[in-house]
């Protein structure tokens, strides 16, 4: 199996050359060139314990690379990172189930997949014959920064420059990038918004990789965003290893489908579920859910998606975007035809919407199914959900526990609800103790103490001692000054 670009059928590489190359070169995303149903017996997955299942589920889908060679990555990727046995356990509350995927080392979902990237990326170096060191340039609104630097740091071979709009991260968030540790990682604030730095990024990834000199001094940059196979593939996992868990606990039997709600921004997190369901595991539907940027819940109901739209800061900040790279890439899945989906890409660059045609709507309907909820919604949920179950959410599972309610109510003949839950709700306390009726803290860091000691909870242990750790980054540039940054440091030798 090769990786095709989702607008042409004529690009296509192999699923190594895809991980080094992030984009296709028309501004495709790299597609699997033929179906992946039947590749695997998926019942034979589920009897493998977390790592073996893992590493078959990459092996599958990136042929590149065979399961003796990718056990030891992943091993090497998760072993001490992650709490051994379940690394991303299923919770029971109420009748509905939670899958917490934030128990790695930053506390939000994003680590499963960028703990294992590095792995990936240096394996495809070999395999492709790269010897310059990867110079990995990310632009992020928060949680990803944070989840590639730690990822990232210290791997032989790669460098990490973060940027991040100097007022447009949390608290918490800026504080643990400052703070961040490790030879190899660089960390700098930019005056302007996300939309600005993630745009100067893409400009920076495509002016080195035609620059013939940048090329033959050594420099090699890539980037760590979500429209990487490398980042999609390894979240097939935790779907797997959610409904193996709801079977061990006999709330389901094996071949009963599961329907799953999952907070969404990108679109990276539950297209990873759609391939689930295409390997073979029973997925019933996949759940949209948005916050007020419900620029999704529109599109799932009528077919059109439409960005022309006010934008919205809300209190789930990873969920506000507008326009969702990964949808491109299930677009092309149920149609299986490049032209239409260049076209629909065209119009939206153009004229900022597209519509699907008919059929492929059906098709979509029958697997999805969009809903969304405002603010003051997704804060009373988190309060409710505390006072009846004593679970403790955070704002982005706030959203998609709301949208599940929604949905079970509209359609009573649901399956097994599984919630997934993308970050710890310490990663948003103020939010979350406000939520609950507490009064107002002096300081996230103060959100934090109060929340933990309100509740009974335990802080996490990566953000104990985050506001005392010394700060180690405290660059601040303008945007015109980045790509300029990239270049000079991507050609020093020693970062530190
Ligand atoms: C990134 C993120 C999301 C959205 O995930 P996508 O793959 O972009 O849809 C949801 N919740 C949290 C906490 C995140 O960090």
């Known amino acids: 199996m090769l990786y095709q670009s989702s607008r042409n059928d004529k690009i296509k590489v192999t699923s190594a050359a895809a991980i080094l190359d992030g984009l296709a070169e028309d501004g495709g995303l790299f597609c699997p060139d033929q179906p992946i149903g039947g590749l695997t017996n998926w019942k034979a997955l589920l009897d493998l ?20 060679e990718i056990k030891p990555i992943v091993k090497a990727s998760y072993a001490g990172k992650f709490p051994s046995g379940d690394m991303t356990p299923t919770v029971s509350v ?79 968030q800026q504080r643990q990038m400052i703070t961040q540790e490790g030879d190899n990682v660089c960390v700098c604030a930019v005056e302007g918004n996300f939309d600005d730095i993630q745009a100067r990024v893409k400009q920076i990834l495509e002016i080195t990789e035609k620059n013939e000199r940048a090329r033959k001094s050594g420099i090699r940059l890539s980037s760590a965003n979500s429209i990487n196979i490398g980042r999609l593939i390894p979240q097939i996992f935790y779907y797997f290893q959610a409904y193996r868990s709801l079977v061990k606990k006999n709330r389901i039997c094996l071949k009963e489908p599961v329907d799953f709600v999952v907070p969404t921004g990108n679109f990276g997190d539950i297209l990873a579920g ?28 009528t077919g059109t998606y439409d960005c022309r739209r006010p934008f919205f800061k809300t209190v789930s900040p990873s969920m506000d975007i507008l326009i969702s790279s990964n949808l491109e890439r299930l677009l092309f899945l149920l149609s299986r035809d490049p032209g239409l989906v260049s076209g629909m890409m065209h119009a939206l660059k153009e004229k900022g919407s597209y ?14 199914y969009g809903g ?22 955070d704002t982005h599972t706030g959203v998609a526990y709301e949208v599940a309610q929604q949905y079970k109510t509209m359609h009573p003949d649901h399956s097994k609800v599984v919630i997934l ?41 990566s953000f104990e001692d985050l506001d005392s750790r010394p700060i180690r980054h405290r660059d601040q540039i303008k945007p015109d000054g980045m790509a300029g940054y990239v270049l000079e440091r991507a050609k020093q030798k020693a970062w530190r």
């Open 94 to 172: 109420g009748e509905d189930e939670i899958l917490e995927l934030f128990h790695g080392p930053t506390c939000a979902f994003k680590d499963i997949a960028l703990s294992v990237l590095p792995g990936l990326l240096t394996a495809a170096c070999k395999k492709c014959g790269v010897r310059e060191k990867m110079t990995i340039v990310a632009a992020t609104s928060g949680d990803t920064g944070k989840a590639a630097l730690e990822g990232f740091r210290n791997v032989p071979g790669t460098g990490i420059i973060v940027f991040y709009p100097s007022d447009g991260v949390s608290p918490i």
């Open 274 to 301: 759609f391939l689930a369901k295409e390997i073979g595991l029973p997925v019933g539907r996949l759940i949209c859910a948005s916050n007020s940027n419900n620029v999704l819940t529109g599109f799932f109901q």
């Open 355 to 368: 519509t699907v045609p008919g059929e492929l709507k059906q098709t979509l309907d029958e697997v999805f």
């Open 49 to 68: 314990d977390p790592y073996d299942m893992m590493a078959a589920i990459l092996a599958l889908l990136l042929p590149s690379f065979s399961a003796d």
């Open 421 to 461: 839950s993308t970050a710890s709700p310490f990663k948003y306390p103020s939010v979350v103790l406000e939520s609950l009726g507490y009064g107002p803290a002096e300081n996230e860091f103060d959100a934090m103490k109060k929340l933990s000691l309100k509740t009974g909870i335990p802080i996490p242990e």
């Open 372 to 393: 969304f909820c405002q603010d003051d919604q997704t804060q009373k949920m988190i309060a409710g959900v505390w006072q009846r179950y004593g679970y403790l959410m």
